[in-house]
């Protein structure tokens, strides 16, 4: 159990209104990311962090922003959520301390479902 | 542009018989592959990875296969159970710096038939 934690697991919102996922992790691990899972297109990197207070765009950032004031939280913020955001967030750490030791092995939260109308 | 792609949406086998899932890539830059299983209402979890200066890792009944000149890399599950029945996501890492950001393909639907 690589103790991460999502929340919420369900919401649903309207378009419009702002959102934040949280992801929590007991393990003090360096890299944590945020995917979406979407039918068509497996799962996309939205954004990452390698410390606190540093993160970078993945793949599909626009209308995105984090925040990782902490080691062990990472937030995802939707400022507007637009009916393109609906999807299943998962969030994922990695064991990997070594910038070059580069396995990609990423340990999983169980996702949260976001509905938007 | 789908750097990672699976081109099979589903696979059904009997249980026992071999199950074979495969991907293909196209940035020859990916130096590390890595396959992820995922059961609904679930996150994915890490199954088996293969680095590029190897053909072939084993474990167990799972064994994964590259041929770094087709840019292509395969999964085979023998003998095949009911519990593997899953979406098994084909996923790559090792562009772009060491930040371990994997690119994953859009998922295989694996049913094993009893």
């Known amino acids: 159990d690589a103790g991460i934690t999502q929340s919420p697991r369900h919401k649903v919102t309207e378009t419009g209104t702002p959102v934040t996922l949280r992801c929590h992790q007991t393990?003090?691990?360096?890299?944590m990311y945020w995917y979406r899972q979407d039918p068509g297109h497996g799962l996309r990197l939205i954004h990452y962090?390698?410390?606190?207070?540093?993160?970078d765009k993945g793949e599909v950032s626009d209308g995105y922003s984090v925040s990782r004031s902490k080691t062990e939280d990472f937030l995802l913020t939707l400022e507007s959520a637009t009916s393109s955001q609906t999807s299943v967030y998962f969030c994922a750490i990695s064991e990997s301390t070594d910038l070059y030791a580069n396995t990609g092995e990423l340990f999983f939260g169980e996702g949260s479902r976001l509905t938007v109308l | 542009d789908q750097q990672v792609k699976q081109n099979s949406p589903s696979l059904s086998v009997q249980e026992g018989r071999i199950s074979i899932l495969n991907c293909d890539y196209t940035n020859s830059m990916f130096d590390y592959f890595l396959w992820y299983k995922k059961y609904p209402a679930e996150g994915p979890t890490f199954l088996i990875s293969i680095s590029s200066i190897k053909d072939k890792n084993e474990d167990g009944r799972f064994t994964v296969f590259l041929n770094k000149s087709a840019k292509h890399l395969s999964l085979h599950i023998v003998p095949s159970q009911p519990g593997d029945s899953a979406v098994y996501f084909c996923a790559a890492s090792g562009y772009g710096g060491a930040t371990n950001k994997l690119i994953f393909g859009t998922g295989t639907l694996l049913a094993v038939q009893p």
């Open positions: 393990e003090n691990h360096r890299y």
């Open positions: 962090s390698y410390g606190v207070k540093d993160t």
